[in-house]
């Protein structure tokens, strides 16, 4: 048994952006083909078609990962508060 006391909230905001950020790019590159088939919003709704349309591959990544990172940090800050009066969490780890 592995026990947890505590998470490094900086760490886990890191990993969190590259995984976030990931998925921002996967979904960026499904909705950018679907804007380029022309299923995709028009300039006039502003921010959503920046989202939502041709620039999707880019803008998609840097939203998601920026929310990852601040999302880390926060569930880590809340774990190491909830934990941190505890013993800790016990994980069974197989080697």
Known sequence: MVVIKEINSAGFGKI??????????????????????GISMTKKFGIFSLIFGKWAVLSLPIFYGVSGYFIGRIAASLYNTIVGSKKGFRVEVLR
């Open 16 to 37: 969190l952006t590259i995984f976030y950020g990931t998925m921002g790019l996967v979904f960026g590159f499904f909705t950018t083909i679907a804007a380029l088939m």
